[in-house]
């Protein structure tokens, strides 16, 4: 079969879209425009004045609209996120970027409100970011996340009804007044576990686990991961005094 050289003809021997091609290119189209908004609002945050982002006392993603409020009517999905973590490097450069962390929080919280679970935020890429604010699931459909990253100090604190697991480790001061959640990590800083109540954490490191649970408030559960064995260390009471 002879090709058309001329552009009418090239375009007339090009093979049609079947459906399936087509959806993918509406899907596309879709999540393009649904990002474009994304940064928008991302830079609208990263400008603003800090009193006019959270709520009065402390960060607090979970509050009741908070979310809806700073992002409006754009719809977060798992997708959204994992597309929006892979492009925020181009903005490491801007002022207040370490604010990311904490829209990071808001995007899982929007999207897990809108019945989204089972996040993965893969930060290895970018520099180290705090994830400050507080995000909540509930005692019937905890909020489950995964963070591949080491984790900077005061990070995760006031946290509710989560399972987290931090492919990482995480710096001092973590954990600070969380409660009803599972976290699992490869190590943690000094002074983490204030306050904790109702939590299990997870860890190979013995010295973690030690220290979170002089601090914690009660009813909480240290396991150790040795190997492929899972040790409940308030049967080691050497361990916890």
Not at 189 to 211: D, H, I, M, N, T
Not at 215 to 222: L, T
Request: aromatic share 10%.
């Amino acid at each position: 079969m002879k090709k058309s050289n001329n552009l009418r003809g090239i375009l007339s021997d090009l093979e049609p879209l079947n459906e399936e091609k087509q959806l993918k290119v509406k899907i596309d189209e879709k999540l393009e425009s649904r990002l474009e908004k994304l940064f928008r609002v991302y830079e609208k945050y990263l400008r603003q004045n800090i009193s006019q982002l959270f709520p009065p006392r402390y960060v607090d993603a979970a509050a009741p609209g908070y979310a809806a409020t700073i992002l409006g009517i754009i719809k977060v999905t798992p997708h959204t996120i994992n597309e929006f973590v892979s492009r925020v490097v181009t903005y490491e450069d801007y002022e207040n970027f370490e604010r990311t962390g904490n829209f990071l929080a808001l995007l899982v919280q929007q999207a897990y409100n809108k019945n989204y679970n089972n996040f993965t935020l893969n930060l290895t890429h970018l520099r180290s970011l705090n994830i400050q604010t507080r995000i909540a699931g509930t005692s019937n459909k905890p909020l489950k996340l995964t963070i591949v990253a080491d984790l900077p100090p005061k990070c995760l604190r006031y946290i509710q009804h989560c399972d987290i697991t931090i492919k990482g480790t995480v710096s001092w001061y973590a954990f600070q007044g969380v409660e009803d959640s599972t976290f699992v990590f490869e190590s943690a800083g000094k002074y983490s576990g204030e306050g904790a109540q109702r939590c299990v954490f997870k860890s190979p490191s013995k010295e973690s686990l030690s220290e979170i649970a002089r601090r914690a408030k009660g009813n909480c559960k240290f396991i150790w991961l040795n190997g492929d064995t899972e040790v409940n260390l308030y049967q080691e009471s050497q361990v916890m005094n």
